[in-house]
């Protein structure tokens, strides 16, 4: 299995390509209040709910919520709709991204100078598992029209990226070294 890696800088493509140290970003590295490039707003947001959380506000609060269940409620006299297991919250990791699409008008639209592209994803991820201290997940990210979310759920709007993505529960900035032969550099723009 590969992907395609943007990169921001050319130079960056040369650890991928003849191994080196990499860093790998906390998701809240790319919370912004407006959604463009690689940024959005709900990066890190777990909304796991049958009903949007945020919509009960200001008669209900409800922040940094798992499992939490509303039935048969009521507000000045109206139906609130019945909430079952519901989450709502925030969750830091690290996050590689990657491309399921070698295209030129989405490097751009990320702000990306070259593309690289990485074999063996799953070799890629043990050896960083191992440096971590986690194991990672990764897994294509869905799109949706809707308020749910997570790190492989995210809005319509972010569709375009065609992103694929590697994920670890762990809560700071980190720096790994690849051996070489991961990358191939494909293009620069």
């Not at 390509?17 to 407006?34: F, K, M, Q, R």
């Not at 463009?36 to 890190?44: A, L, M, R, S």
């Not at 809005?155 to 809560?171: G, I, K, L, P, V």
Request: charged content about 25%; overall charge neutral.
């Amino acid at each position: 299995m590969f992907k395609y890696l943007y990169l921001t800088e050319l130079e960056w493509a040369d650890s991928w390509v003849n191994g080196g140290d990499i860093p790998i970003s906390l998701a809240s590295t790319y919370l912004h209040e407006t959604r463009g490039g690689v940024f959005t707003p709900d990066e890190n947001l777990i909304h796991d709910s049958q009903v949007d959380i945020k919509s009960l506000s200001p008669a209900i609060s409800i922040k940094n919520v798992k499992g939490f269940s509303m039935t048969n409620c009521y507000i000045n006299g109206s139906r609130v709709p019945d909430i079952i297991n519901a989450s709502y919250y925030e969750e830091d990791g690290l996050i590689l991204s990657f491309c399921n699409n070698l295209n030129e008008s989405i490097a751009l639209k990320l702000g990306k100078k070259c593309c690289v592209k990485i074999s063996n994803l799953r070799k890629l991820r043990k050896i960083i598992d191992k440096q971590v201290g986690v194991k990672g997940i990764m897994g294509e990210c869905k799109y949706t029209e809707d308020h749910n979310r997570s790190h492989f759920l995210k809005s319509n709007e972010d569709s375009w990226q065609h992103e694929y993505r590697m994920f670890w529960r762990h809560t700071e900035n980190q720096v790994v070294t690849i051996p070489k032969g991961f990358g191939k550099l494909v293009t620069s723009y």
